[in-house]
């Protein structure tokens, strides 16, 4: 007998079964039965579905409960800001509300896919504003001032590549500003408005490329909308992809790259089929025809967003380039077409080398940029995993009280439920759809999601586990949608069903959030704290950064802590030296009691002429774990604030001049010491 | 021009317009973000789909993702090209480059279109099943969503209220700039600017090499106000450095030192280096 791969897997499988105890192969087995049920999934689509229908149907209502969330989300922020503790108790409810009740409608077997498509849109959209309600009159997020100054850079001199220091990788890739200039030059928008509009507008791309990508593999208007929606509970959707960041435009880039290459298979094969009857019949030959303009359409449209994608963000790059290799590779495993014939893996080479132009750029530093914080997060997981070194402490927070409880078991459980559903989301796609190449593909991207996770444990590595969820919950949504529709075939679902899918799905979701915001809630309004990034940026620290633009010139080389570094980088417009961009990292020069030699060393290696010292750091913990450089030292250990002696001992040292005072920020005049020095 | 061409109309309608809003005044801002919008957005994606999918009959959602998406790449491709050209990337050569993008994919579609004859598909809000639905539900979810934009408005215009009225610790910035030689000597310029919430009532007081030179003792600021001065260092008899020192007190607690700043100018004799 021949034995097929399909028929070695479904041995494994019951195999797995009987060895698991008696009370859990029942359920089991009905998933393995169901999991290859093609009639799952019953479509109720209607003869017509236009304006009229969207406006008859459930989304108007769904369009009130989400402006009342919104109305309440803004209550909650303007109470933070005063000092009130309305985020703690409205922030998540408010979320609730958006989420729930289209959660729940979208699980509905009977609403319609312009409905569906309109209700995703509006989601993502409200999540967009309250991520714009945070902070909607100037920037606010860390990496949004590290973009905003590559943007003004090609502002001022109409040209790319200008050096940013601040992030020295951003001005290899402009994609982003690139189209904010565009928008801001013509329109006459400042920078800040025709930023929030193209990421407003990324982010409708985002939402409506993931459906029709979804829909396209799953031939399902409801599963996509669950895809869709699942896609939207990972920690990064809410802020972190809707910032000013290159990564929020390169996503939903991509995504539209695979929605465009998602009807590849289907016209690939039946062109492979056809070729036989060419030479018989007429008909054939304009089949052929069509479907070969069709393979040529798919490829350009994919060569040309592939292409924006590699001028926008190279870790989204890098990933899809691995995705549609690994693609190429399942759709040769499956013998679907000779390699050399495949436009699969033309798209995956011409994608791999015009990446590897734009690294070989002279200067490029993003190999450097990424492996070395790689390198780090992976020796760090080794020292821990080897017991050479200890594991982070999880839900610590460095500067106040540790994560409430109920936050800790909404986080676990949020991941705890994701990797309990994967396998069997693997399990129904492989019974279901194993015959799509770009579906196991998926499956493949999906067995990682575990394994960053582990990344969790570690200081460095821990931004690893967020940001590669934005990437895996594309595939991980899908089969996540895909479980839940064969799971619980719409022939068979009742409320009861209904509601406990809801209540998961929102667990899940307000879990994501609470991993994204990031501890004591940096992410959102409040009062000061010290190195918390968005909650750091204040009037004082930005009147600074203006008053150096004005009074000192710009370009000036200046050192400082992380929050003013990228104040004076953007509204001063100084030259900041970094450990990124001048491999110097001048934290002892701000954190030793005395002046040393090897600071004033350091200062004229540096050629710094400003040092800005925020005095606020002597009376608080940082709240990300360190004050200046990640490999300060103390840094993620600190026990009490920086020593005011550290800052004072500038007053005492000859040829530094105090040269401002602004209460907290006290700008010191370090030419005199460089000059002795040298 | 036949009927079936009239999106490509509107494309190119677009294009020559948002050439036209490169030479409107500043105040005229609003029709050329109106313009801008789709130019950047869709308009080039669009006609490019259309190229590209001549022989097809694309669904709604696909076209405007499809639309959105390549005008978003094709920007970013152009942003590369402009890069290349010494005028870079500026309003005119952004508006005359999306133009004629959407101008020449235009021209290519109407020559794909020819011959072919365009299908016939219903009006949007029209046809057999709309009429199925009760007008009543119809008014009733307009009156819905109109409310619920207006409600996404308020807590926009809230919020940005909310934020111009944040409260915050008030603060006075205080400046001793490094001197420029004057015919007198060197001179350092001294400024104050106040951020505090209400008006404030400063002293200021400027020793040099620890011998009072200037005293302002009643400099009334109101919020967001700005005073600066000059303050002539005469060149040192004896001394090789010459210190400058600034010390600033508030009216309300006239002992405490509020501010201070101090520059070391080295040999004023030479000429003026802090």
Request: proline share 6%; hydrophobic share 50%.
């Amino acid at each position: 007998m021949n034995i097929t791969p399909s028929h070695s897997v479904h041995s494994m499988v019951h195999g797995v079964f009987r060895v698991l105890p008696r009370p859990m192969q029942s359920p089991l087995r009905r998933l393995a039965t169901r999991g290859g049920d093609v009639g799952a999934e019953k479509e109720y689509t209607g003869v017509y579905e236009g304006v009229g229908t969207l406006l008859a149907s459930w989304f108007p209502a769904l369009t009130l409960t989400c402006a009342l969330g919104l109305c309440v989300t803004a209550y909650a922020f303007a109470d933070a800001r005063g000092g009130g503790s309305g985020l703690n108790t409205l922030f998540l409810p408010a979320l609730l509300v958006m989420f729930t009740p289209i959660a729940l409608r979208l699980l509905i077997p009977t609403t319609s896919r312009i409905e569906r498509i309109s209700l995703l849109c509006m989601l993502g959209c409200v999540c967009y504003l309250v991520k714009v309600l945070s902070s909607p009159l100037h920037f606010s997020f860390f990496d949004e001032f590290l973009h905003w100054r590559t943007l003004d850079d090609i502002n001022q001199s109409g040209h790319l590549f200008a050096q940013n220091s601040l992030l020295p990788v951003s001005p290899y890739y402009p994609g982003l500003e690139i189209v904010t200039n565009a928008l801001g030059t013509t329109s006459g928008l400042d920078s800040f408005h025709a930023s929030l509009v193209v990421v407003g507008a990324a982010r409708v791309l985002m939402v409506l490329a993931l459906f029709a990508m979804n829909e396209q593999l799953l031939k399902s208007a409801r599963a996509a909308s669950l895809a869709t929606l699942l896609y939207m509970i990972n920690p990064h959707f809410l802020l972190f992809d809707a910032q000013y960041a290159y990564e929020s435009l390169a996503l939903p880039l991509a995504t539209c790259m695979l929605f465009a290459l998602s009807p590849h298979q289907v016209v690939s094969v039946r062109l492979t089929r056809l070729e036989p009857l060419v030479p018989l019949l007429k008909f054939s030959r304009e089949r052929r025809h069509g479907l070969t303009t069709d393979l040529r359409w798919i490829t350009f449209t994919a060569w040309l967003i592939l292409v924006a994608v590699i001028f926008t963000h190279h870790v989204t790059d890098f990933f899809f380039d691995a995705l549609l290799i690994i693609w190429a590779i399942v759709y040769a495993a499956k013998r679907l077409m000779p390699l050399y014939r495949s436009h699969l893996v033309r798209i995956a080479v011409v994608g791999v080398l015009v990446s590897c132009v734009s690294i070989a750029r002279a200067g490029n530093p993003v190999v450097g940029y990424l492996s070395s914080f790689m390198s780090e997060a992976v020796t760090e997981l080794g020292h821990i995993l080897s017991g050479s070194g200890s594991a982070k402490q999880l839900f610590v927070n460095y500067s106040g009280p540790p994560t409430p409880l109920w936050e800790r078991i909404m986080t676990v459980s949020s991941v705890g439920i994701i990797t309990l559903c994967l396998p069997l989301g693997l399990l129904c796609l492989w019974k279901r759809y194993r015959s799509n190449a770009l579906a196991c593909t998926f499956g493949f991207f999906c067995l990682f999601y575990p394994v960053v996770q582990a990344f969790r444990l570690t200081n460095t590595g821990a931004e690893v586990a967020d940001r590669a969820a934005a990437f895996l919950f594309i595939p991980l949504a899908l089969v996540l949608a895909i479980f839940i529709v064969q799971f619980w075939p719409t022939t068979r679902l009742h409320w009861g069903q209904l509601t406990l899918i809801t209540a998961a799905m929102s667990l899940v979701f307000l879990g994501g959030i609470i991993l994204g915001v990031g501890p004591a809630s940096a992410l959102l309004p409040g009062p000061y704290e010290a190195i918390a990034d968005a909650r750091s940026i204040d009037p004082q620290g930005i009147q600074t950064a203006l008053w150096s633009d004005a009074y000192l010139h710009p370009a000036n080389r200046v050192a400082s802590d992380r929050i003013n570094q990228v104040l004076l980088g953007t509204y001063g417009k100084q030259r900041v030296v970094t450990t990124i961009q001048d491999t110097i990292d001048l934290s002892p020069v701000f954190l030793s009691p005395h002046l040393t030699d090897e600071d004033r060393s350091l200062l004229q290696q540096g050629r710094i002429r400003y040092l800005v010292a925020d005095t606020r750091l002597t009376h608080a913990l940082p709240l990300l774990g360190f004050y200046y450089e990640m490999s300060e030292m103390g840094a993620f250990h600190h026990k009490t604030p920086i020593d005011p002696q550290a800052f004072t001992k500038f007053d005492d040292t000859p040829q530094v001049n105090r040269v401002f005072d602004s209460g907290a920020i006290i700008i010191y005049d370090v030419e005199g010491l460089a000059n002795a020095s040298a | 021009m036949r009927l079936h061409n009239s999106d490509l109309l509107l494309a190119t309608g677009s294009a020559v317009l948002y050439t036209g809003c490169t030479f409107l005044p500043a105040s005229m801002s609003l029709v050329g973000l109106l313009l801008a919008l789709p130019m950047v957005f869709f308009v080039p994606g669009y006609t490019l789909t259309a190229i590209l999918a001549h022989k097809r009959t694309l669904d709604g959602s696909h076209r405007l993702l499809l639309s959105l998406g390549l005008s978003l790449a094709l920007d970013i491709l152009c942003g590369c090209f402009l890069n290349l050209l010494p005028i870079g990337l500026r309003a005119l050569s952004w508006v005359l480059v999306l133009s004629g993008v959407t101008v020449l994919f235009a021209l290519i579609i109407i020559y794909l279109r020819r011959g072919i004859v365009p299908a016939r598909t219903p009006a949007a809000g029209m046809g057999n099943g709309a009429d199925a639905i009760p007008v009543a539900r119809i008014v009733r979810g307009s009156i819905l969503s109109a409310f619920a934009l207006a409600l996404i408005i308020c807590a926009l215009l809230y919020t940005v209220q909310s934020v111009a009225q944040q409260p915050a610790n008030g603060f006075t910035q205080l400046w001793l700039l490094p001197p420029t030689q004057t015919t007198q000597g060197c001179t350092v310029r001294v400024g104050l600017h106040s951020f505090e919430t209400t008006p404030v009532t400063y002293r200021v007081l400027a020793t040099i090499n620890d011998v009072q030179a200037n005293m302002w003792p009643t400099l009334a600021l109101a919020p967001n106000q700005v005073w600066e001065q000059g303050i002539a260092v005469p060149p040192a008899a004896t001394a090789k450095y010459t210190s400058i020192q600034v010390k600033v007190f508030r009216g309300d607690k006239p002992n405490i030192v509020y501010r201070k700043v101090n520059v070391t100018i080295l040999d004023a004799k030479q000429g003026c280096r802090a």
